[in-house]
């Protein structure tokens, strides 16, 4: 079936160092969404993206965070800076449509130290 | 606050028997609502999903209960078999873009 993937599977940084997430959706996909998971709780939605701008986001979508998708390459996430709070996995995912089946990456697992 | 709950952390079924995972929701404005699969160390993938304009779906072993007065839906999985063995994680969305919301899943272990 279709994949997402997300580069690295698991990335290693200092407090206040910036980040940048990679993901590589599906190739026909429009929508494009982040969501957060700390270890043990449920994964949390963080923003979606469509058509170049950011279509909703939430509360866990903080100021230093920022996603783009420059000329339909990779939709990245930037964290800048970061802080111990952000450590988490982050997981990606892909849509056709904006209710159409999300196709989700293997996710990148954060270590903030 | 949590938009969607699953309040059963885990759920253990005999083979054969029929499997029922229950989900929460707190939008009125939700009007699409899923179940997702997942095994460890994997992607969470689509089981089925339902609009607002049907309370029922059914789709081989698998059929989503939607109560919308309640908000509340459901997945049944009938004749359980050991390889259904995974998280299940409800999910649900509004029109207008919005992204769909996850619970925190339900572990379904079907025991031979």
């Known amino acids: 079936g279709p994949k997402v993937l997300q580069i690295p599977s698991h990335q290693i940084i200092d407090m206040g160092q910036m980040v940048t997430l990679n993901c590589d959706p599906v190739?026909?996909?429009?929508?494009f969404y982040w969501y957060k998971q700390i270890l043990g709780q449920q994964m949390e939605f963080l923003v979606n993206f469509y058509n170049g701008k950011v279509m909703e986001k939430s509360k866990l979508f903080k100021d230093q965070f920022s996603v783009e998708r420059p000329d339909g390459s990779y939709f990245t996430l930037k964290i800048q800076p970061t802080a111990l709070e952000d450590s988490a996995v982050y997981f990606c995912?892909?849509?056709?449509?904006?209710?159409?089946?999300?196709?989700f990456g293997a996710g990148t697992r954060l270590s903030v130290l | 606050g949590q938009q969607v709950k699953q309040s059963s952390p885990s759920l253990t079924v005999q083979e054969g028997g029929i499997s029922i995972l229950n989900c929460d929701y707190e939008?009125?404005?939700?009007?699409?609502f899923a179940w997702y699969k997942k095994y460890p160390d994997n992607s969470p993938t689509l089981l089925i999903s339902?609009?607002?304009?049907?309370d029922k779906r059914e789709d081989g072993r698998l059929t989503v209960f939607l109560n919308k007065s309640g908000k509340h839906f459901s997945l049944h999985i009938t004749a359980s078999q050991p390889e259904d063995t995974a998280v299940y994680l409800c999910a649900a969305g509004a029109r207008n873009n919005n992204a769909p919301r996850f619970g925190a899943g339900t572990k379904l272990s079907v025991k031979p």
């Open positions: 339902v609009r607002s304009n049907v």
């Open positions: 939008n009125d404005m939700f009007d699409y």
């Open positions: 190739s026909n996909h429009l929508y």
């Open positions: 995912a892909s849509s056709l449509g904006d209710k159409n089946t999300l196709y």
